[in-house]
Structure formats: C-alpha cells, structure tokens
C-alpha cells in the first residue's frame, strides 16, 4: 500500500532534549517535506527536499532541522525543543516538483508533539 | 504575501443538510485552488483543485468554483452525510514550492 508513515505519532518530551520525528514514503517519491499545524493557523511549511542531499527553508524553520541521505526518508530534528513548538507536525510527499498544482501531495497521519 | 482565509468552525449539521464552508484568499498572480480533507487521525487528503478563474472542481459530491473577481472558493455539498465529518481545508498554491493553507473548518454531521 502505498503510504507516507510518521513515528511516532504521539509524543511528550521535555524542554532542551533532543528529539527526532521520523518520516518514510515508499512511492518513491523525490519532494518531501514538513509541516506543523497549530489552532488558528493553519498548516505551515516548515522545511522541504526536492531530492536526496537537497533541502530548503519553508516558511518557519527556525529551531529545526532536516535531512535527507535516502530517498524514502526524511526526519525532522529539534535540536532543544521548546514549549513553542508544541504542534501536530505532518510529513508529506509527491512525486515530483511539489508544486500542488500539478503534483499531488501525500500526507503522513500526523505526530502531536508536546514540549513542556 | 500569499493567504487563504476560511470560516470558523466548528460547522455542526444534521445529515442531508446543505454545506457551504466559505475561503477567500489573496494571492498574487493567477494561483491554484484546492480543498483537502482530513478525517479523524489521518492525513490530509486532496479533495478537489482548480487551476483557473471559472474553473469547477468535484468529486465525492462536493464542489467549488474558482471566482476570481470575488477571490473566492467557497466549498458546498448538496446533502451531507456522518461520513463527511472531518477538518477541511482551503490551499492555493501560486507556484512555489511554499503552498499557502487555510487554518482548517471542522465539519460535524448529526444522524
């Protein structure tokens, strides 16, 4: 089946310890990217990959990090988690470009993410 | 820069009923349009696009129009059902790789 899976999907962590959120897809796909959702705004892109060994800045990166040595896999760093960044963080996929108008994006279930 | 603005949710209604989940966006040039469906514990899922002014996307028996001189994509459904409750949300994507969301309208549908 084809899918973009996310672990874990539920976590709550500390301020300051470092946390991976790991993403895989298995269509694949070459863009990837981050989001997180919050209430009353919506989802925002946090970082994308075009391909392996490429990665850009979405709209609210800071306090992040990506990295992308394998196709299929594309994990989200926080090096020292604040409370701030309590979210619920979709990874997503599609075959291409990324561009929504012409390259379908596939999305992760989610990881909600608790920093206290 | 770009932004979609969508109606409060939670929208709550009994099965049948009428659905109209109101977006207005702004945007420079010409962007694309999209709804996308996120049901309980899951991903978002593409519901409908447009690509142009005029443009009707549907699928599932929903529908919106692309109305360029009102910036609007408003998304409606003849008669709902329990199965539609979930969060929609309103994207356009003016050809970055950056896609511009709304923040998300809660549907709730009563038997």
């Known amino acids: 089946e084809a899918q973009v899976t996310q672990n874990p999907r539920y976590l709550i962590t500390v301020t300051g310890k470092k946390l991976t959120v790991t993403c895989s897809q298995n269509?694949?796909?070459?863009?990837m990217s981050w989001y997180r959702q919050d209430p009353g705004l919506g989802l925002r892109q946090i970082y994308y990959s075009m391909n392996v060994e490429v990665t850009d800045k979405g709209d609210v990166p800071e306090g992040y990090k990506v990295s992308r040595k394998e196709k299929r896999n594309f994990p989200l760093i926080l090096e020292s988690p604040s409370p701030n960044q309590t979210s619920l963080y979709f990874c997503?996929?599609?075959?291409?470009?990324?561009?929504?108008?012409?390259?379908?994006?596939?999305f992760g279930p989610g990881t909600r993410l608790t920093v206290l | 820069g770009d932004s979609v603005t969508q109606m409060e949710g939670p929208v709550t209604l009994s099965e049948e009923a009428f659905l109209t989940i109101n977006c207005t966006y702004t945007a420079t040039g010409y962007p694309s349009l999209f709804w996308y469906v996120q049901y309980p514990g899951e991903g978002l899922q593409l519901l409908l696009k447009a690509t142009k002014a005029d443009d009707k996307g549907s699928n599932k028996g929903f529908e919106a129009t692309y109305r360029k001189e009102t910036t609007s994509f408003h998304l409606e459904k003849g008669s709902v059902q329990v199965s539609d409750s979930a969060v929609y949300f309103c994207a356009l994507s003016g050809g970055s790789y950056i896609p511009t969301f709304g923040r998300g309208t809660s549907l709730i549908v009563h038997p």
């Open positions: 269509m694949n796909h070459e863009y």
């Open positions: 997503a996929s599609s075959l291409s470009t990324g561009y929504l108008d012409t390259d379908t994006q596939y």
